[in-house]
């Protein structure tokens, strides 16, 4: 099927796959070990830099393919697809946890490794992940910031918002930014939930895995640079996405809910300010560690609002249980959440809504 033109809607169906594996990823008809599942939506600048970057990576035996899903972009996202000779899915707005899913369930690999369209991974990151999970079931790389001089962006690589959890060595959870599994895991635990439109996708997957006994691990030696929030209004409304999903995680999830209600109870402390000064003094100067204790404090306003204004995800907090067709002929089991400027649902949709459940059901 020929790569139509950058901006054209697609016809007939809503989802539409552009498919050309060649040359360093393996013949069209070779099954490939590593699929390479990358979602994106308008950051073609960024796609194209992860490509070149992917493309000199070390290849591990077996080959790989690099499967796009394109949750209906604009600008020349196509056009790189189409230079690059990837596999690109198009679909309409299903949001990144739906290109995840879509990614993994569509790719050919044995082992799936996931990207975000903003990481730069370094040569031996695709080899070192991959022997990884000769031992593991899922396993984290370790993310450094992109940017050097940003200050919102030192912070949040200082302060982990964008990080894997890891306490006293185990894995709580893995971000799925940069991260590797194997394909049985995710079928163990039928992949991502896709009721996480904007946030939480990755955290509730680890824990499903960490429940049904699968093993997560990192790997520190597998370095990818990941293009940190530079703006303080992005890092705001990260904080406040993270509050609104937050209260689903706990919900469900009787580990999420002790991390958050430790947090909570360290933020009132006042020796717990005090501690988290030093930490960031042990890798930043005194005026800059000053300057992320201020940042430190002040996100917790926005995730608070998200806290205060999630009372809609609470109809997320019942686990779902989905069907095992293919991602594109897949409702979504459980409702999106609104964004903050989002129109409610009408009555007659949550009605609908209903009735499908009541259907499934059956």
């Known amino acids: 099927m020929g790569v139509e033109g950058v901006g054209s809607q697609p016809s007939g169906s809503d989802v539409i796959e552009r498919e050309n594996i060649v040359g360093l990823f393996g ?85 799936i490794v996931f990207f975000d369209d903003d990481t730069l991974p370094d040569p031996d990151v695709i080899r070192l992940l991959t022997e990884a999970l000769a031992h593991a079931d899922g396993v984290g790389a370790h993310f450094v910031a992109l940017q050097k001089k940003s200050l919102i962006s030192d912070y949040t690589h200082a302060d982990g918002l964008i990080d894997h959890r890891v306490v006293a060595g185990e894995v709580r959870w893995l971000i799925t930014g940069a991260a590797a599994f194997r394909r049985t895991a995710l079928e163990a635990v039928n992949g991502f939930d896709l009721g996480f439109h904007a946030a939480g996708e990755d955290v509730d997957l680890s824990i499903r895995m960490l429940q049904a006994g699968l093993c997560l691990i990192t790997e520190p030696r597998a370095v990818v640079h990941h293009e940190h929030r530079a703006r303080f209004g992005q890092l705001l409304e990260t904080c406040y996405r993270y509050g609104r999903f937050s209260p689903v995680l706990a919900g469900r999830h009787d580990t999420y809910r002790g991390e958050r209600t430790a947090s909570a109870l360290r933020r009132l402390s006042p020796m717990q300010v005090v501690r988290t000064y030093h930490r960031f003094r042990s890798e930043a100067t005194r005026r800059r560690s000053l300057a992320f204790l201020v940042l430190h404090e002040m996100v917790a306003f926005p995730y608070l609002l998200g806290l205060i204004r999630s009372h809609e995800a609470k109809r997320l907090a019942a686990p779902s249980w989905r069907q095992s067709a293919p991602a594109e002929q897949r409702p979504h089991t459980l409702p999106r959440l609104p964004q903050p400027d989002a129109v409610a649902p009408r009555a007659d949709d949550l009605a609908d809504a209903a009735h499908g459940a009541k259907v499934r059901a059956v």
Do not use: M
């Open 27 to 111: 013949a069209r008809n070779v099954r490939p070990r590593v699929s390479i599942v990358i979602p994106t939506f308008n950051n073609a600048a960024s796609l194209s830099r992860l490509l070149a970057a992917v493309r000199q990576s070390e290849i591990p035996k077996g080959g790989i393919e690099i499967v796009v899903v394109d949750d209906g972009s604009s600008d020349h996202t196509a056009e790189v697809c189409a230079r690059e000779h990837v596999r690109h899915l198009w679909q309409a707005d299903r949001g990144t946890v739906g290109a995840r899913d879509r990614g993994w369930r569509e790719a050919r690999g044995e082992l």
